[in-house]
């Protein structure tokens, strides 16, 4: 290539560093296209697979990925198949459309991480080249894709290169990405391209013309002259060389798609023979062929807009309906006839308002920013009409379907305004008010406009003053200011009306509220009253409210109620994607991840808490993803990624910083941000922030249940610093506060608090005993984790009089510390043991301990396989990635012993005869 040798050497050097991602990105012609076919020249013994977006098919789902790989994946054999996530890539590849099954738009990421398992399984045996075209033009769930690929590349021989226009989506910034940006030709290089044939004086004028960029000097060269008009006038005066025949199969080629077949751009042209016409445009290069038969594409993209944009409106209209009816007898779907429909249908048009909503509700789950578009072109034609609902459904509808495409899709603002729209349609009187302004006041909330939100919910429960929605709604919002005796009464105030599964969901809240208040006694029958109330409830009412199943698993966290507060939150995400809800599913993420830490289960914990991230990502609620980037942080401190950690606290932190009052937790950011400073050595910074963020030594800003924590960090941290009377006052406010609430966690941390301090004043005996103490109510709590932290204060202790005895105990947390992932402890643990003269084999091989030594996720791993289930069919039951579940069988062959399925299966069937 012609000037580019400095970026093919970059493109030679990121396939010296696989995996890798490359984005080459410049303006239309400048040589991106090129580029890519030099890479895929240069990869002589890899897999190279190549696709393209197409500028007027941006709305069809994964279409580069798509086309880069479904051929491909349609020749796998079922072994090769085997373990991927077929649910998921079904709903990607048409290949695989058998196996797909409905998602949530909320959980696309997991349509991501299968594809990115493919990518791996592709690259098994050989390098994989994933060449992907014109991704400017791409539709958002491509876009997506790609941006998880930058952030989680495939773990494999594998480079994926996608070239496309500035400006470059904000995601490309994240991640490893290898960055190349086409310039200009320089003068010398341009006339190398031109070559010698033209007249000096033609030679200088298309040098001028075209700017140094590549395809404007070939288009210029071939027209041979330079024109005033420049690039556009040069195509036009190519059209003007065909015939009629050939130039309006061209044109319908424009309409028909990109690429296209000849039949397909005849229907559009109204054409009845292709064949010629397609031999002369074939002849004056403005097609050629394509490696599908009978498939042909345009020399550039910017032929083809040329061409579209030359055609009389009139006539494209014409041809777009051609087309559309052509599809249509060929059985085509709606996301497919949409495009040509938008165009050619007019307003009223019953028949294509519904077939463009049926195109958004296809869409949804896997791009509803597509959706929203499909359901905006449906309003365009009711035209403020009220429709047969039989044929197309009212405008309130599709002002519904547009509001929750746009709310998943992360458009909050857009959400919020096709919302309000709807409510002007609506009568104030009607129950289907009251339920419009309750998810009004919800995207609000999530907006930071809490203000709007109040006052909204407050005017609606003026007119409707017995509704059970609107109390409950507004006992909810109470939380964003923690002013939990507002939320207990207006909670209670809902738990009586008609509506039995609104007062399921009040007597939940009821139990959150109170739990997080430190009320125990009150909290525990709350609690039992909403479990027996949903008990009571059948699929169809529970589903409606949702929210009672994550209220009661946050009020069990705080209760210490662990094993209950993960089924309830595993309860609601299962009925969310058998109802296709995802408003809640990052609230239900999150549910269990304390829960699974305090339980020693880190690895689960982290891998929970990244779903939830990537779904926060996906739904662009700010506060749902400060709040899951919080809890991911610690996940990653925990496993002792103290880099990555504070990437993503700094972004909790930062987030919260902007969205305003968050529900419940909106001190956490800055003090598990503190948590990584003081990791970091900064102890001064680390205990001014997080005295910020909690409101003080007083923690007024956090909920009383959780201020045992806080103290127990504000402990660490004035002992670390050295300040023994700081640690007194605090350690004292930790044992006053922890008969309070009654809370078992605050026990255990108000008695290894103590004895951190005995052991820092010097009084080793005392602090052992105290340590004792604390992994004794720990262990009957079932909080594993804080029972390994009390342990590793009794291995110290221990080590001032009795050496072995400290080694014994540090040992067996350092052991449960590892297998449970929090490597943060572990390595205090081994730091302990060096010093105490132990050697410490990290690498250690454990002897086959039986179904008894596996966790609690391998255990349910092992139960399953047992049942005959896949593993993609054990990550759907289990709520995990395919490659997480292989994971845990790994563990899984170690701990007992054997080598395949059937050895787990067997020794499942004899532990259970």
Request: hydrophobic share 50%; charged share 25%; proline share 5%.
């Amino acid at each position: 290539m012609i000037g580019r040798a400095r970026e093919l050497a970059r493109l030679d050097e990121a396939l010296t560093r696989l995996p890798a991602v490359v984005a080459i990105t410049g303006e239309p012609g400048i040589g991106k296209s090129r580029l890519l076919a030099a890479l895929r020249e240069r990869v002589a013994g890899a897999l190279v697979l190549s696709g393209r977006a197409a500028e007027f098919e941006r709305e069809v789902p994964y279409g580069p990925f798509v086309d880069a790989l479904d051929a491909h994946v349609a020749t796998l054999s079922d072994t090769q198949l085997r373990g991927l996530d077929l649910a998921q890539l079904g709903g990607i590849f048409p290949s695989l459309a058998d196996n797909a099954t409905p998602t949530l738009a909320v959980e696309r990421y997991r349509a991501h991480r299968a594809l990115i398992e493919l990518l791996g399984r592709l690259a098994a045996t050989r390098p994989l080249v994933l060449t992907l075209d014109d991704m400017h033009d791409a539709d958002p769930a491509s876009i997506e894709l790609l941006l998880a690929l930058i952030r989680r590349p495939p773990s494999a021989q594998v480079l994926v290169a996608a070239a496309l226009r500035p400006p470059a989506p904000d995601g490309f910034r994240d991640g490893e990405l290898v960055r190349i940006d086409l310039g200009p030709l320089d003068p010398d290089e341009a006339l190398q391209l031109i070559g010698s044939e033209l007249p000096t004086a033609r030679r200088d004028a298309v040098l001028r013309e075209s700017g140094g960029n590549p395809f404007y000097i070939e288009q210029l060269a071939r027209a041979g002259v330079a024109l005033p008009g420049g690039v556009a006038e040069a195509i036009a005066g190519e059209l003007r060389a065909l015939d009629l025949p050939a130039r309006r199969l061209l044109e319908g080629a424009a309409v028909a798609g990109d690429p296209f077949e000849p039949e397909l751009a005849a229907a559009a042209a109204d054409l009845a023979d292709p064949l010629e016409p397609l031999d002369a445009l074939l002849a004056a290069g403005l097609i050629r062929a394509t490696d599908v038969p009978r498939q042909f594409t345009f020399r550039h993209p910017l032929v083809r807009r040329a061409v579209y944009e030359g055609a009389p409106g009139g006539w494209r209209l014409a041809a777009h309906a051609r087309v559309a009816r052509t599809l249509a007898s060929r059985g085509a779907p709606p996301t497919i006839l949409a495009h040509h429909v938008e165009f050619s249908a007019q307003p009223g048009d019953a028949q294509a308002v519904a077939l463009l909503r049926a195109a958004g509700d296809m869409v949804r789950p896997r791009t509803p920013a597509s959706a929203a578009r499909w359901y905006e072109a449906a309003l365009r034609l009711v035209a403020g009409a009220e429709l047969d609902p039989a044929v197309g459904g009212t405008r309130r509808a599709i002002l519904g379907d547009l509001a929750r495409a746009e709310a998943a899709a992360g458009h909050l603002e857009r959400s919020r305004r096709a919302v309000l729209e709807a409510l002007v349609l609506v009568d104030p009187a009607s129950p289907e008010y009251v339920r419009l302004v309750t998810e009004c006041a919800a995207v609000e909330h999530w907006l930071g406009r809490h203000e709007d939100a109040r006052r909204r919910l407050h005017a609606a429960l003026d007119q409707h003053g017995d509704s059970q929605a609107l109390k409950l709604e507004l006992a909810f919002d109470a939380l964003y200011g923690l002013d939990l005796a507002t939320s207990a009464e207006r909670a209670r105030a809902a738990l009586d009306g008609p509506d039995r599964g609104a007062s399921a969901s009040a007597a939940a809240l009821l139990a959150l509220v109170l739990a997080a208040d430190g009320q125990r006694s009150a909290a525990e029958d709350a609690a039992r009253a909403a479990t027996t109330t949903l008990a009571g409830l059948d699929e169809r009412t529970l589903a409606a409210q949702l929210q009672s199943l994550w209220y009661l698993a946050w009020a069990e966290t705080f209760l210490d109620h662990y094993d209950a507060s993960l089924e309830h939150s595993r309860r609601g995400l299962e009925l969310s994607r058998a109802t296709g809800q995802d408003w809640l599913v990052v609230p239900l993420l999150l549910a269990p991840v304390f829960a699974l830490e305090m339980q020693g289960r880190l690895t689960e914990a982290r891998e929970t808490a990244t779903a939830a991230v990537e779904a926060a990502r996906l739904a662009g609620n700010p506060h749902h993803l400060a709040w899951a980037l919080w809890e991911y942080g610690l996940t990653l401190w925990y496993g002792g990624d103290i880099p990555g950690s504070r990437v993503a606290l700094e972004e909790s932190h930062a987030l919260a910083d902007e969205t305003g009052r968050n529900v419940l937790w909106e001190s956490e950011p800055g003090w598990a941000f503190a948590t990584v400073l003081a990791e970091e050595g900064d102890l001064v910074a680390s205990r001014a922030t997080q005295l910020r963020w909690c409101g003080g030594f007083d923690l007024d800003l956090v909920v009383p249940a959780e201020r045992s924590i806080g103290w127990d960090i504000f402990t660490d941290t004035a002992l670390a610093l050295g300040d023994l009377d700081e640690a007194e006052r605090t350690v004292e406010r930790l044992e006053a506060h922890a008969p309070q609430v009654g809370r078992p966690l605050a026990a255990v941390l108000a008695r290894r608090a103590r004895g951190a301090l005995l052991l820092a004043r010097g009084d080793a005996s005392a602090a052992a005993a105290t340590a004792r103490e604390a992994m004794e109510i720990a262990a009957g709590a079932g909080l594993k984790l804080e029972s390994c932290r009390a342990q590793l204060l009794l291995g110290s202790a221990l080590a001032v009089s009795d050496r072995p005895a400290a080694v014994r105990e540090l040992r067996a947390a350092e052991e449960a510390l590892d297998a449970g992932g929090a490597h943060i402890l572990r390595d205090r643990a081994r730091r302990e043991l060096r010093r105490l003269g132990h050697r410490v084999d990290t690498a250690r091989r454990r002897d086959p301990a039986g179904l008894e030594g596996l966790s609690a996720r391998e255990a349910e791993v092992v139960a399953l396989v047992a049942a005959g289930h896949s593993n993609p069919a054990i990550a759907a039951e289990l709520f995990l990635s395919v490659k997480t579940v292989e994971t845990h069988l790994r563990n899984v062959f170690a701990k007992l012993g054997v080598a395949s399925r059937a050895e787990v299966a067997a020794a499942y069937a004899r532990s259970n005869g």
